[in-house]
């Protein structure tokens, strides 16, 4: 590989990672071993123009990746071949410019627009169903400078990094924002140029966000849904810092607290 760019697991823990220079998808198995090759045309080149996001849905035999330089993202079936393109070029719901990160969950797909018009995307597999983001400064909550990794909780929160910024907004399933948390700096709670996300589910009662990363959305069921607790232990519960985190008083919390 040249230039690796994001990885996806299926269900059988293979794993497959975009190429972006090559334009190509390799796959490997579980223990590392090389597997094959998606996108490899004729004379060696790739099929792909800039292979960036991948996400696998395994249920449904299906790989989505986004092309970064051709506005697209392509679906394809287990073997790579080429079901059905989504996107076009422009700035209006459901085009892309310059996509990035996609991100699968349920039937919802996910994308990020990093570069023209910073945003996120949210489709059904079938259609269009909401974006958020919007041009704007650093102060202007709900908008974007220049957004990097997504995810999900397990009610369909939309978590999205913005590497410029240093923050985390979480969005809820009608584009809505609920609260934000992260700043720039090198304390607890603050980050650096982050760039991923990852959605985690757990009913473990003391579950925590470790605030070294660079995101972790999550949701917690049983013992762990402390519906009475304080605005202070919400913010704790979220960022493992209070002061660091700045949330609207009218949000709601689905997970750890219920609503504060």
């Known amino acids: 590989m040249k230039s690796p760019q994001c990885v996806a697991v299926d269900a059988e823990d ?20 090389f597997k094959r090759i998606i996108g490899n045309l004729k004379g060696g080149e790739g099929y792909f123009k800039r292979p960036t996001g991948i996400a696998v849905d395994s249920a449904a035999q299906r790989i989505y990746v986004t092309d970064t330089l051709r506005n697209k993202v392509y679906v394809l079936d287990m073997n ?10 422009g700035t209006a719901n459901g085009e892309f410019n ?49 957004p990097k990794g997504i995810g999900f909780d397990s009610e369909g929160h939309l978590y999205v990094v913005d590497g410029a910024w240093s923050r985390v907004q979480v969005f809820d399933q009608q584009g809505e924002l609920l609260y934000y948390f992260g700043a720039r700096g090198g304390q607890p709670g603050a980050f650096n140029l982050p760039a991923g996300c990852l959605s985690i589910t757990t009913t473990a009662s003391t579950s925590r966000i470790p605030t070294t990363a660079a995101c972790k ?15 202070n232990e919400v913010l704790d519960c979220i960022c493992g810092l209070p002061a660091e985190c700045k949330l609207p008083a009218s949000a709601v919390f689905r997970g750890c607290a219920g609503n504060a």
């Open 80 to 89: 790579g071949s080429v079901m059905q393109t989504i996107g076009k070029p």
């Open 217 to 231: 959305s999550f949701s917690t069921t049983g013992n762990g849904s402390r519906a009475g607790a304080s605005r």
């Open 98 to 146: 310059f996509p990035t990160e996609i991100v699968l969950h349920g039937q919802d797909l996910a994308v990020v627009d990093a570069m023209k018009f910073p945003r996120a995307g949210v489709r059904s597999q079938r259609r269009f169903k909401y974006a958020v983001g919007k041009v704007g400064d650093g102060e202007d909550m709900g908008s974007f400078f220049r």
């Open 14 to 33: 293979n794993f497959y990672v975009t190429d972006s220079e090559t334009g190509r998808i390799f796959v490997f198995e579980a223990g590392g071993k």
